[in-house]
């Protein structure tokens, strides 16, 4: 759903393996915003608006019995996870402190296994490449693809793809089924700015119709700014940002449509740690069986990316 990025290189990866690593790269969420760093942090407000409370989460006596020694005798999952995409993963108030439904969910497998959970900000593109030696789980919004299975276990557990917003109430009257001469806001380097709107207006041109202002920003958080202050017609993003954009702007907008081009993010463990990938699975299951995911997802405005079955290794389209 996006362009590649370069993959940092590691003394640890023999010269196949990096290559292996590069090409399960090749897709991450559903925006190249999502994986370029700092100026991502803004997609959506920059503070936390929920906190999950992982003791109310009870320890699985039997799953926790399931996790593999090297992991069980340290006592702690160590997480690697790209904290610049809010809402699933970004840096608190404090500027240290990593939270977002991601965060959360991995407390959430700690407590359910009896482990705490250290999850540490890491560059998108190293964190495959190093789950194994240096994490024992990847979570940062991966999407699954057939590429990333090749070189990795995936854990499916959320759904993403674009949304719409508006204002509350839809003054402007706006309607995806007619969409030239509108002005929409995206953020700069996202599949909704191209291909999703180029192709729109491409559709313009070709029915002789005006032609759609786009509005390009590099913040998400300036997108939304116009469309609560009226500059803007509609907005378009992930729906994770959408979602929480909404919680987070005092009901003054509303979302249009549905979600579409959806694709299935995965939670990664390394390639031959195939029982460890089977007790997490297991862990995401047991989770949304007691509500704990429910709530998680719920918290962040992002309830309509939860999953009812989570898998390993799901078969995805390329």
């Given at each position: 759903m996006q362009t590649p990025r370069t993959l940092l290189g590691t003394s640890k990866l023999t010269a196949a393996a990096t290559m292996i690593a590069i090409s399960a790269l090749a897709l991450s969420a559903c925006t190249n915003a999502s994986e370029t760093g700092p100026s991502s942090a803004a997609t959506s407000s920059g503070s936390a608006s929920a906190s999950f409370d992982p003791s109310t989460v009870k320890k699985d006596d039997a799953l926790a019995a399931m996790v593999p020694d090297a992991i069980k005798s340290k006592g702690t999952i160590t997480v690697g996870s790209d904290t610049s995409y809010a809402p699933a993963e970004f840096l608190g108030p404090d500027g240290q402190t990593p939270v977002g439904y991601d965060v959360d969910i991995a407390k959430a497998i700690g407590a359910t296994l009896g482990l705490k959970v250290q999850v540490q900000t890491a560059e998108f593109t190293g964190i495959l490449p190093a789950l194994g030696p240096k994490y024992d789980l990847g979570i940062s919004s991966f999407t699954i693809n057939p590429e990333r299975l090749g070189a990795v276990n995936m854990v499916s557990y959320f759904n993403a793809g674009t949304a719409w917003a508006v204002k509350k109430g839809n003054p402007n009257k706006f309607s995806l089924d007619d969409v030239c001469g509108k002005s929409i806001g995206v953020q700069t380097g996202t599949v909704q700015e191209d291909p999703d709107l180029a192709d729109r207006n491409k559709k313009c041109a070709a029915d002789g119709k005006k032609p759609i202002d786009i509005v390009t920003l590099k913040n998400q958080t300036d997108v939304t700014t116009r469309l609560v202050n009226g500059s803007i017609d509609a907005m378009a993003a992930d729906s994770p940002i959408i979602g929480y954009a909404l919680t987070q702007t005092n009901g003054q907008l509303e979302k249009l449509g549905d979600v579409y081009d959806s694709a299935p993010q995965g939670i990664a463990v390394a390639k031959a740690d195939t029982a460890w990938a089977d007790v997490i699975q297991?862990?995401?299951?047991?989770?949304?069986?007691?509500?704990?995911?429910?709530?998680?997802?719920?918290?962040?405005?992002?309830?309509?990316?939860?999953?009812?079955?989570?898998?390993?290794?799901?078969?995805?389209?390329?």
């Open positions: 297991k862990t995401v299951t047991k989770l949304m069986a007691d509500g704990s995911y429910k709530k998680i997802l719920e918290g962040w405005g992002n309830s309509e990316g939860a999953i009812t079955k989570s898998e390993v290794n799901p078969a995805v389209k390329s």
